[in-house]
């Protein structure tokens, strides 16, 4: 899909480019097996499915092969910031010796690109403009840690650094929601697993780290409203408007459920197993109420 991105904002660099990197996320993590991946396989050991390139050989049929994981995958852009600038374009099949430093890199590197996503998003959103400054500051110290040498990587406390970016992050939040026109509910980690929540007005909601698995979210207006660390598994998107969503990442859209009709904000890949149709919006409220499957707000 074509991307139309908010001019200057960042996040178009924190893009996985996998020609870019060397298969580190087929590598480097460890897999359990589960409805996300068929079979085992133990941190630090290639995939049977990569290719001698680090391409995928079962790209195009991961989900019918039982890899749903891998579509739902996000680096961030940490895959080719480790092998092309941690590593200066060297990779752990030419030389072996640097394999383990490299995938350890990379689990550092992830979650610190993550907080990078999240302040570039911050910086390209014009209701946390009073925050700007901070959020600069945080993000040239993320970068800076981002340009460490692996040894210098292995050192770095990401945890503490994350808590110091999420004080920012949270108030990027609370000015955007509080410049929404909509009802803006506050259910900040809440259990809304199955949710009837088709066509709610959800502007403005406060949805951090709430739990939406396999809620129905047909046609709900979830404009400006705050979604990180939102569990999103299986939850249907279809006709949703999430176009102004805020720290919403590939890695919730793709586990998601959605149709031609959802509203994704334009930094984001269209998932390729959504249909590129629609389907039928939620029935009346009366007919929802005669099917209770879930909570609702
Ligand atoms: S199935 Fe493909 S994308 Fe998934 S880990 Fe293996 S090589 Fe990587």
């Known amino acids: 899909m074509p991307h139309d991105p908010t001019p200057g904002d960042n996040r178009v660099a924190l893009r996985a480019d996998c020609a870019a990197c060397a298969g580190l996320c087929c590598v480097a993590p460890a897999f359990a097996r589960s409805s996300d991946f068929p079979v085992d396989k133990p941190a630090g050991t290639a995939c049977h499915n ?11 049929r991961l989900r019918g092969k039982g890899y749903a994981g891998c579509t739902v995958f996000d680096c961030f852009g940490a895959g080719q910031q480790v092998v092309q600038v941690t590593f200066g374009g060297r990779d752990w099949r030419t030389d ?4 383990t430093s490299m995938f350890a ?11 990078r996503w999240y302040l570039a998003e911050s910086l ?15 993000l040239a110290e993320t970068e800076r840690i981002a340009a460490l040498a692996p040894g210098a990587l292995a050192a770095v406390d990401v945890a503490a650094h994350r808590a110091t970016v999420n004080e920012v992050l949270l108030g990027v939040g609370e000015r955007v929601r509080a410049a929404s026109p909509g009802p803006r509910p506050n259910r900040r980690g809440a259990d809304l697993v ?6 709610a007005d959800l502007r403005g909601a406060n949805l951090r780290g709430a739990l939406l698995i396999g809620a129905d979210l047909r046609g709900a207006d979830l404009r400006s409203a705050e979604l990180i660390g939102a569990d999103l598994r299986g939850a ?3 006709g949703a408007d999430l176009s102004t969503s805020l720290f919403l990442t590939n890695f919730q859209v793709h586990g998601a459920r959605g149709d031609a009709a959802t509203r994704l904000p334009s930094v ?3 998932p390729a197993h959504w249909p590129v149709t629609s389907t039928p919006r939620p029935a009346s409220p009366d007919r929802r109420r005669r099917r ?3 909570p609702s707000l």
Do not use: N, Q
């Open 50 to 60: 990569l290719l001698d390139d680090f391409r995928c050989g079962i790209h195009d």
């Open 96 to 99: 072996p010796e640097i394999a």
């Open 105 to 115: 890199a990379f689990e550092v590197l992830r979650p610190v690109h993550e907080l």
């Open 124 to 138: 390209a959103t014009p209701a946390a403009a009073p925050l700007h400054h901070d959020a600069r500051a945080l």
């Open 194 to 199: 199955g949710a009837r929540l088709g066509g």
């Open 236 to 238: 249907d998107l279809s």
């Open 268 to 270: 984001l890949d269209r």
């Open 292 to 294: 209770p499957t879930g």
